[in-house]
């Protein structure tokens, strides 16, 4: 994994994966800069953001966060993707049932291809549509132990568990030894 060499002060590469539209890019806005922009185009291209947190002991963490256009779904690039990544974090929208199939799908193919102790996390995101949920919490929820994973639902739209989600995957992380 990538983590530096400094038991205090870790930085790690986390990708985002997960159907178009699901609010990868929202998410990552609203963890870097705070906000959250319903107009906001389609991701062009690749884009690399960073933003540092700092643990209640004391550890501080850098994720560089990976989010691209969906270049990932092309199965070829995924790998090229997700390589050298300590986090993955695996999106759905509570609203799309199609969107849980497919984060069932990257949970797959990150045990066969991932890094053996990267740590993942599943979130359900576009928690504040809950009149139009047809993800069950209890669904999310099952899937995520199943596979020894992190599960939180979020939403971009009003920050809800957005820090939290960032803050629980740090806790997760493995600390190199001194
Ligand atoms: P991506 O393709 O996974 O990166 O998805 P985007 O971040 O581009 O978001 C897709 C659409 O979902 C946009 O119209 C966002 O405004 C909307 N969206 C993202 N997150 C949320 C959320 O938490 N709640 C609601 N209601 N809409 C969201
Ligand atoms: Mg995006």
């Known amino acids: ?13 986390l ?12 998410i990552v806005l609203r963890f870097v800069r ?4 319903a107009t906001s185009k389609v991701t062009v291209g690749a884009s690399f953001l ?5 643990l209640q002991d004391s550890t501080t963490v850098k994720f560089e966060i990976w989010d691209t256009a969906g270049q990932e779904r092309y199965s070829a690039l995924a790998p090229l993707y997700y390589r050298g990544a300590a986090v993955a974090v695996i999106v759905y929208d509570i609203t799309s049932p199609e969107s849980f199939k497919k984060a069932q799908y990257w949970v797959k193919e990150l045990q066969k291809h991932g890094a053996p102790d990267i740590v993942m996390a599943l ?6 549509l809950h009149e139009k949920r047809e993800v069950l919490t ?8 199943k596979n020894g994973m992190f599960f939180i639902e979020t939403s971009a739209k009003t920050a809800d568990n ?17």
Do not use: H, W, Y
């Open 34 to 37: 705070g906000e959250f922009d």
């Open 162 to 178: 957005i820090n939290q989600l960032f803050e629980e995957i740090g806790k997760r992380l493995p600390r190199p030894s001194p």
């Open 1 to 13: 994994s990538s983590e530096n060499a400094d038991a205090k002060n870790l930085r790690v590469k």
């Open 15 to 26: 990708v985002l994966l997960g159907d178009s539209g699901v609010g990868k890019s929202c």
């Open 123 to 128: 979130v359900g995101n576009k928690a504040d």
């Open 138 to 145: 209890d669904d999310g929820m099952e899937l995520a132990e």
């Open 50 to 54: 960073s933003q540092t947190i700092a």
